[in-house]
């Protein structure tokens, strides 16, 4: 079972349920030994898991999706 103790551990799954750092860099920060003791202490602390990262290549990914899809919607394609 995991257990999160320092105020450092919390701010880091604070920080990895807000999407700004990546898995393996929160497990390292916070000490875990792997995803399931991740899984496992943001549900101890009422943290939601992270969407995607806001890094510039899936921003440019969103962006490609986007014009590619909204012309084929308006025109019902």
């Known amino acids: ?8 551990q919390l701010e880091t799954l604070r920080i990895y349920a807000a999407g700004e750092i990546g ?6 920060r916070a000490g875990l030994h792997d995803y399931a003791d991740l ?9 939601s898991f992270p969407g995607p990262a806001k890094t510039p290549a899936h921003e440019a990914r969103i962006a490609r999706a986007r014009a590619i899809l909204l012309p084929r919607l308006r025109h019902g394609d």
């Not at 995991?2 to 105020?7: D, L, M, T």
């Not at 898995?23 to 390292?28: D, L, N, Q, S, V």
């Not at 899984?39 to 943290?47: K, R, T």
């Open 1 to 8: 079972m995991v257990a999160i103790a320092s105020p450092q």
């Open 23 to 28: 898995t393996r860099a929160a497990i390292e």
């Open 39 to 47: 899984v496992i202490a943001l549900s101890q602390n009422d943290l």
